[in-house]
């Protein structure tokens, strides 16, 4: 290794102080200090400048001992430091001193590149000595800025594919009602054909509950584009019953399905919990909806939806279904989405489902054995100091 050059300038403090041993110590150091180190004084005027250092600026050491230390810097933090020395003199406040600092250092061809930059300072024969190490940066900064490319075209890109999943989520969640309202109306022009005061009855029922459907299209539409914009649910005690036997009337006119037998057994005061009304509907309706088109072959078909207080602050629901129920053997998770076995079915149903139900706080589990009729339970916190219905 050469080298490296003690500079004259540096002299008087070694001469007096140090022995020949501390010389060839300073020289390895500056030698082999992996950093790029410069040693100045009050004035600024190198005193030292290390083999790393004559790399990195493309420098010799002797080319810039003797000068002022503002010939490695950009012409804008030559300001800087002028202005940080004077302040540093006569207030003797730390700007950099023991903090470090990113600054733009200037190479011998005049190229400018960062540097981290940290300062040291010693004191010798009533002089300051600054030590200054610096590590050039530019491949860091380069990385740096890529990540954060990278991270803005990701963001970018979930932003899309959120706006996607909302749109076919939006779709599926229309799709109950909608086709709800086909439904009513259609039985409500079949008794038409042969009107009587008693059809009648059915069929203002059926107008009825075609209107409630479509206002219910309606609230879908409002909560989910709420939803977006405020990213959270509306949460307010809910009766957890009324809820239940909307979705029992429902299914008993099969959805646009098969019509399935609809046992319903929901504990008497049943505690509130607190949730948003609709978006707990759509999740039982989903689940309904699945076991009536999973039950088209199956005879005797059955549907049992329980609700009960577990006592502990929580509040079960079960859909149970006697249909094919789930090949557990699949390797996929039946709430992942777009999984579907049905033909033009999206598979979001179930996703969609337990999103709602993660985002009320609670869990929804599939607790059939495979093939055994769908079995789904859900767990949700009752409402702290509701007063029960
Ligand atoms: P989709 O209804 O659009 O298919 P879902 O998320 O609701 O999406 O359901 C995904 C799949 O899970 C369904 O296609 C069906 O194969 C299966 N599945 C859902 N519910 C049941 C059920 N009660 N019994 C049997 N299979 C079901």
Excluded at 223 to 247: A, F, K, N, Q, W
């Amino acid at each position: 290794m050469k080298d490296t050059q003690i500079p004259t300038d540096m002299s008087p403090f070694l001469e007096t102080e140090a022995s020949g041993h501390l010389r060839s110590l300073l020289r390895s150091i500056l030698g082999s200090v992996p950093d790029a180190m410069i040693v100045i004084d009050e004035a600024g005027i190198i005193l030292a400048f290390s083999r790393a250092a004559e790399d990195l600026f493309g420098y010799k050491a002797e080319a810039v001992t003797g000068r002022n230390v503002s010939m490695l810097m950009t012409t804008a933090d030559r300001v800087h430091h002028d202005r940080y020395m004077d302040n540093y003199m006569t207030t003797g406040e730390k700007q950099i001193i023991g903090i470090g600092r990113i600054v733009q250092a200037q190479r011998a061809s005049g190229e400018s590149f960062p540097v981290e930059l940290k300062i040291g300072e010693a004191r010798l024969h009533g002089r300051r000595l600054f030590t200054g190490y610096l590590r050039d940066i530019t491949r860091q900064q380069a990385d740096a800025h890529r990540i954060s490319e990278m991270q803005a075209e990701l963001a970018n890109f979930s932003r899309l594919s959120a706006v996607g999943t909302m749109a076919s989520a939006m779709a599926h969640e229309l799709n109950q009602p909608l086709t709800a309202v086909a439904n009513y109306l259609e039985a409500a022009r079949d008794m038409l054909e042969s009107p009587d005061p008693e059809t009648m009855d059915l069929v203002r029922e059926a107008l009825n509950a075609a209107t409630a459907q479509s206002i219910r299209a309606g609230q879908i539409v409002r909560r989910l584009r709420d939803y977006v914009s405020r990213g959270e649910l509306e949460l307010r005690p809910v009766t957890l019953t009324e809820i239940i036997s909307e979705v029992v009337s429902l299914a008993k006119i099969g959805l646009g399905g098969r019509v399935a037998r609809v046992i319903e057994r929901v504990d008497e005061n049943l505690p509130v919990v607190l949730g948003d009304r609709v978006q707990l509907r759509q999740v039982l309706l989903n689940l309904v909806k699945n076991a009536i088109e999973a039950l088209q072959d199956t005879d005797n078909p059955q549907i049992w939806i329980s609700a009960k207080d577990t006592g502990s602050g929580r509040v079960l629901i079960s859909v149970r279904d006697n249909g094919p129920g789930f090949d557990l053997s699949e390797d996929h998770d039946p709430f992942n989405p777009f999984h579907s076995s049905k033909p033009g079915g999206m598979g979001l149903g179930l996703s969609i489902c337990q999103t709602i139900v993660e985002a009320h706080g609670g869990t929804i589990r599939l607790t059939s054995p495979s093939g055994e009729g769908a079995s789904f339970e859900i767990s949700i916190e009752t409402a702290p100091g509701a007063p029960s219905p």
